[in-house]
T-cell receptor, first 115, second 111 residues
Framework: DAGVIQSPRHEVTEMGQEVTLRCKPI?????LFWYRQTMMRGLELLIY????????DSGMPEDRFSAKMPNASFSTLKIQPSEPRDSAVYFC?????????????FGPGTRLTVT | DAKTTQPTSMDCAEGRAANLPCNHS???????VYWYRQIHSQGPQYIIH???NNETNEMASLIITEDRKSSTLILPHATLRDTAVYYC????????????FGKGTLLTVNP
């Protein structure tokens, strides 16, 4: 299995521009998570999807952030307009929610720099 | 979920066993202990989890005390590539999907 795939791996953009991060979860997994990691705040959960439906978006910082999961094999995290404080590494993770244990498998991340 | 306490950092010699402790004194009966690690510039990596019994897989062993208030992750023969931040997380699983990553333990494997 290829694991969780994220693109792009690095993104540099100017303040005010729209940024779209992409994620392909592991085949067969029905839960998908978007996290953000910064030195100051560590690893934070932004949003959780189960069976393509957003279940918990309480971690999404503000209206500038939106996430979609149009099908079981693809999700996007969009920031519009981007700001310098959005600079961070964004991780996507997936898991299978059918069992009791809920181990999550993370992608390599997208390093976003907003200038 | 129960709170966990881990040392900030540890050192280990290459080829020796690395034993990483974690305290979770408020763990409840239905909560699992999970271990993840994050190698520099990579995403967190799932290592192992357990409920009551000791567990072993190709990466590591997990020893949980009988009262379940603490656990130890054992890397039997540490290599330089095992240098990473190791996170101990307690979670009840099922509908509880949230993994709370604390600051973890920075394990440095020295040649």
């Amino acid at each position: 299995d290829a694991g969780v795939i994220q693109s792009p791996r690095h993104e540099v953009t100017e303040m005010g521009q729209e940024v779209t991060l992409r994620c392909k979860p592991i085949s067969g997994h029905n839960s998908l998570f978007w996290y953000r990691q910064t030195m100051m705040r560590g690893l934070e959960l932004l949003i959780y999807f189960n069976n393509n439906v957003p279940i918990d978006d309480s971690g999404m910082p503000e209206d500038r952030f939106s996430a979609k999961m149009p099908n079981a094999s693809f999700s996007t995290l969009k920031i519009q307009p981007s700001e310098p404080r959005d600079s961070a590494v964004y991780f996507c993770a997936s898991s299978f929610s059918g069992g009791r244990s809920r181990e999550q498998y993370f992608g390599p991340g997208t390093r976003l720099t907003v200038t | 979920d129960a709170k966990t306490t881990q040392p900030t950092s540890m050192d280990c010699a290459e080829g020796r066993a690395a034993n990483l402790p974690c305290n979770h004194s408020t763990i409840s009966g239905n909560e699992y202990v999970y271990w993840y690690r994050q190698i520099h510039s990579q995403g967190p990596q799932y290592i192992i989890h357990g409920l009551k019994n000791n567990e072993t897989n190709e990466m590591a062993s997990l020893i949980i005390t009988e009262d379940r208030k603490s656990s130890t992750l054992i890397l039997p023969h540490a290599t330089l590539r095992d240098t990473a931040v190791y996170y101990c997380i307690v979670n009840s699983g099922g509908s509880n999907y949230k993994l709370t990553f604390g600051k973890g333990t920075l394990l440095t494997v020295n040649p």
